[in-house]
């Protein structure tokens, strides 16, 4: 079996875009249409021959529509042997038609739960009968075309003008694979939204079922969105993938305005850049400089290009071909001076004509345009392939304020050292461990990242501070008078003398550790104030 002739189409749509002017092709072609409930009525309202699914049945719609397809000649028509004589006969016997071409896409499940859809408003957007169809068509492939995706239809009608009315068994088949991997993908966010738990789907409230966020069994649902050039390194490829549903925001769901293509790695430094500056949304104009993951220069200023000059202070060597992320539109001034160094990337909620003026001038550089940053606390998952398996956790959106610090030493941080510390512990969140950052008035002085051991990275920041100095042509390095973060417990005393070394006057972090008091002590010796967090934040 090859080519196939579409003479009767079974036309039952959710989404409506598309399908009048699909069913006006085929009625052109004299395919006989059937259809249901609403798509049946745009069909008729524009003026085409059409037959209703009860006509063919010889059952009426019912139960709210929940029963209307689920019936032997539908299926029958679908699922039918055409060259087996054994089907053909109980075809004959039975009064059941052939189907050829099925038109389906299932009622909106994930966009009932994305809005926030009562219990009952998602019950009812669980589709049955249309999954059913699209299954018995899929298997069928050799005889039956099943198309799911309004995006489809323009090359379905391309198959049929190319083939005299008839499909391609290719085309079927590349059809099929598309439609199980849409009803895979329905289901999968189904078993997701019953594995949460919630009160959604327990009227008995979330008391009632103490439901894991981890189910027993985990099904993931995404797209192919692009794929790219390669992966982390030219030897791999790569893809991005979005997931299924309207609800995601991020760098794939980012404008880009100008530049190449995204890599792989723009990808995972772009999504850097804007977790770390979500942190700071909806507060003063605030610049993250990300290069291979890790922060290099972050800070927050009455504007946006004093945001910028303050953030490249900080290690203006290794920004160059970094990738940069703002919290508010740019501005022409602010795009003007990060033009002047190498820059791959540059993502910001908007920019004004002034800005898009000065960044066309670098044809290579990416602009990505958002709709607005993602809610740096959000809940989710995480998830990440070892050999043999996956792990999952949820995302760390633990957020410190000012209430939750404790004082541990004598001497009490002033308000400013207080800020500070809340500022370096916000970019240290998003430093790969061991993580140390300086920082101060707003802004990192110095930031160590990735090292073995906890000291080694308060060295590294020490050094880079230094060299901003000499290379600012400062008298002193922006350490001295700083905050120091670190993402988990200072293990010995050893973390204050780097403290100390770099001319700190506060240090926060985790606490927790065994030799807690000794590294107070050491803390109190120095007058060097300290508070602890009680939350920590490894990165790996």
Not at 88 to 95: L, P, R
Not at 302 to 321: H, K, M, N
Not at 497 to 506: N, R
Request: charged fraction near 20%; glycine fraction near 10%; hydrophobic fraction near 45%.
């Amino acid at each position: 079996m090859t080519d196939v002739a579409i003479k009767r189409a079974l036309l039952s749509v959710s989404d409506k875009e598309g399908v009048v002017d699909l069913a006006r092709n085929l009625a052109g072609r004299g395919v006989e249409l059937v259809s249901t409930g609403g798509t049946a009525k745009a069909i008729r309202d524009a003026g085409l021959p059409v037959k209703d699914i009860s006509e063919l049945t010889g059952f009426p719609e019912m139960m709210d529509g929940r029963v209307k397809t689920l019936h032997p000649v539908v299926h029958g028509g679908l699922l039918a042997v055409r060259d087996n004589a054994e089907h053909v006969a109980a075809m004959e016997a039975h009064g059941i038609g052939a189907i050829d071409l099925l038109v389906v896409n299932l009622y909106p499940f994930e966009q009932t739960v994305a809005r926030g859809g009562t219990r009952e408003e998602i019950v009812e957007n669980i589709d049955i009968g249309g999954p059913a169809m699209v299954r018995s068509s899929a298997k069928n492939h050799d005889f039956v075309t099943i198309v799911t995706d309004p995006a489809d239809y323009a090359e379905l009608l391309a198959e049929l003008e190319a083939l005299d009315g008839k499909t391609s068994l290719a085309f079927r088949t590349r059809m099929a694979g598309k439609a199980y991997a849409r009803t895979a993908a329905y289901d999968s966010a189904i078993a997701t939204w019953f594995a949460q738990g919630d009160a959604y789907t327990n009227p008995l409230g979330p008391e009632a079922l103490k439901a894991t966020p981890f189910p027993e069994s985990m099904t993931l649902a995404f797209a192919k969105q692009d794929e790219l050039r390669y992966g982390e390194n030219p030897h791999q490829s790569a893809a991005v993938y979005v997931p299924r549903g309207p609800s995601a925001m991020g760098i794939p769901q980012a404008r880009q305005v100008q530049g190449k293509e995204l890599s792989y790695n723009n990808f995972n430094d772009a999504d850097a850049a804007l977790e770390l500056v979500s942190e700071f949304a909806g507060g003063d104009p605030a610049i993250a400089i990300i290069k291979h993951a890790n922060p290099c220069g972050v800070a927050q200023a009455p504007s946006l290009l004093e945001a910028w000059q303050q953030a490249l202070a900080c290690d203006s060597v290794s920004a160059f071909g970094g990738i940069v992320a703002c919290n508010r539109a740019l501005d022409g001034a602010t795009a003007e001076a990060i033009c002047e160094i190498f820059t791959e990337v540059v993502i910001a909620p908007g920019a004004d004509d002034a800005a898009l003026a000065a960044f066309s001038a670098k044809k290579n550089l990416r602009l990505l345009l958002i709709d607005a940053l993602p809610q740096a606390n959000r809940p989710g998952m995480q998830m990440k392939t070892i050999a043999g398996g996956m792990l999952l956790q949820s995302r760390d959106n633990g957020d410190i304020g000012l209430a939750d610090l404790k004082v541990v030493t004598k001497r009490q941080p002033t308000e400013q050292e207080l800020a500070d510390c809340l500022f370096a512990w916000k970019v240290a969140k998003h430093v790969k461990s061991n993580a140390i950052v300086f920082a101060k008035d707003g802004a990192t002085a110095g930031i160590g990242a990735g090292q073995m051991n906890r000291r080694d990275s308060g060295r590294i920041a020490n050094v880079r501070a230094q060299e901003a100095a000499e290379i600012a042509g400062w008298s002193a390095s922006r350490t001295q008078g700083s905050a120091m973060a670190s993402d988990a417990f200072l293990p010995f005393a050893d973390g204050i003398e780097v403290a100390l070394d770099a001319g700190a006057s506060v240090v926060i972090q985790p606490g927790g550790a065994m030799r807690d008091e000794e590294v107070i002590a050491a803390a109190d010796a120095a007058g060097l104030a300290m508070v602890f967090t009680g939350m920590r934040h490894f990165r790996h």
